[in-house]
């Protein structure tokens, strides 16, 4: 009984992030429209480092020997994390489809795994390996719609490459999130990565605004930036960081699968989009795969 108490929560981890993670989808549907995508970018995680400094400043300024330690560490997991994974995919949006977005994406979790085990001698098991292709399956039925047709006639953009590179850049992030160990708090660093996220992003920031297009300030903008920041922002991040802490880097990966199947969802409700028995395949898959990716694979905590 013990030991269901301690593995339940972590698992179920699995589950609740995605649905902050899987509402990044509706921001990419609805604000680009009035945000600009590197603008997007930038602002969502400069408002993340604000709204989080006032709770961490104290112990981040008792603690700033340990940041001069770890300022590098700190600067790549922005650099990936909140840079390439925020504003890459708004950059892939414009030029390619949401179904090859979502198949470029979801190979996130193989690089994770591939790393994984080439750098950091993570095993891979036969189980978990069946498992990453029972939810690949899954995840494929549901962007191609259970038409293996439109999965052949996919054609690819300078957007796919942006995508492709946004899950290289996940996968790195989530990786060294694990691997790097650090003696400050989760906010404490959370706070500290926005902030370097937001930097590595002011660049072209700037230059977007200079040679492309200028940010509107208005309702609509504040809208759009402040619920990017809370809600696939600073509860996505944090319980991904949480689940991490427990489950390890290859097993977190998945959820970018379910990730895919609550996109779906919001879909559904939100945009107006039939919800058709591939969604349920596709789902009954990735559930599958998921399990079988964490069997006997849970870390005690």
Known sequence: MKKFQIN??????????????ASNLVVARGGVEYVPPISLAF???????????????????????IIKKEYKQLFFLGSMGCGVCGAFPFLA??????????????????????????FFNEKINLTKIIGLIACLIGVFTIIIKGNLDL?????????DLWMLAAAVGWALYSIYLFYWNSKLKIFDRFTLISFFGALSLLPF???????????VFVSEFYLWVIFA?????IIA????????????ASLTGFTLYIFTVYGAIYGYFLFDE??????????????IGVYLAKKNNVKKV
């Not at 929560?9 to 649905?19: C, G, T």
């Not at 090859?100 to 080439?118: D, E, H, R």
């Not at 991040?237 to 390890?248: M, W």
């Open 8 to 21: 339940i929560f972590p698992l179920s981890l699995l589950f609740i992030q995605p649905i902050f993670m």
């Open 43 to 65: 602002w969502r995680w400069t408002i993340v480092f604000l709204i989080l400094l006032p709770f961490t400043f104290m112990t981040l300024k008792k603690n700033f020997h």
């Open 93 to 118: 949006g414009e030029t390619t489809t949401v179904i090859n977005m979502g198949i470029i994406y979801t190979s996130s979790p193989v690089f994770i795994i591939l790393i994984s085990y080439f």
């Open 151 to 159: 999965l052949l006639s996919l054609q690819f953009t300078i957007g």
């Open 205 to 215: 920031y700037v230059g977007e605004e200079i040679f492309y297009k200028q940010t």
């Open 229 to 233: 920041a809370i809600s696939p922002g």
């Open 237 to 248: 991040f944090t319980l991904y960081t949480v689940a991490q802490k427990k489950l390890g």
């Open 274 to 287: 039939k919800f058709e028995n591939y969604h349920f395949v596709g789902t009954i898959l990735v559930f």
